[in-house]
């Protein structure tokens, strides 16, 4: 059975850090393009980051950049959100997507609909 498990949210002070994790099962990652995105209540879906091919490329959006850091671990089948100097901006329900195949265009890697398998979403809030 495919399957997308994210874990590690949790209410954090701002300037915290939080990682988060999403196990796969069903899934060969090293042969898929791995993003987290995140939704905050009344907001559209974001694409933070992804993460794909042999030699792990990643990119960012541009809230992300300095402060997330995305990694995966091909033995595990897992894929970890490191973040840093979290902002109650941060705030939302992190969820990690998947697309088996080769990776989306460059415009698309961070679209919701460039991806093929969803988690059902950790909860992250940043408050003090």
């Known amino acids: 059975q495919r399957q997308l498990v994210e874990s590690g949210g949790g209410l954090v002070q701002p300037g915290g850090s939080l990682r988060l994790s999403c196990a796969a099962s069903?899934?060969?990652?090293?042969?898929?393009?791995i993003a987290w995105f995140r939704q905050a209540p009344g907001k559209e879906r974001e694409g933070v980051s992804c993460?794909?091919?042999?030699?792990?490329?990643?990119y960012y959006a541009d809230s992300a950049k300095g402060r997330f850091t995305i990694s995966r671990d091909i033995v595990k089948n897992t894929v970890d959100l490191q973040m840093h100097s979290l902002k109650p901006e941060d705030t939302a329900v992190y969820y990690c997507?998947?697309?088996?195949?080769?990776?989306?265009?460059?415009?698309?890697?961070?679209?919701?609909?460039?991806?093929?398998?969803w988690g059902q979403g950790t909860q992250v809030t940043v408050s003090s």
């Open positions: 997507a998947l697309r088996t195949g080769p990776a989306p265009w460059s415009s698309l890697l961070l679209h919701p609909g460039s991806y093929d398998y």
């Open positions: 069903g899934f060969t990652l090293g042969d898929s393009t």
């Open positions: 993460i794909w091919g042999r030699g792990d490329t990643t």
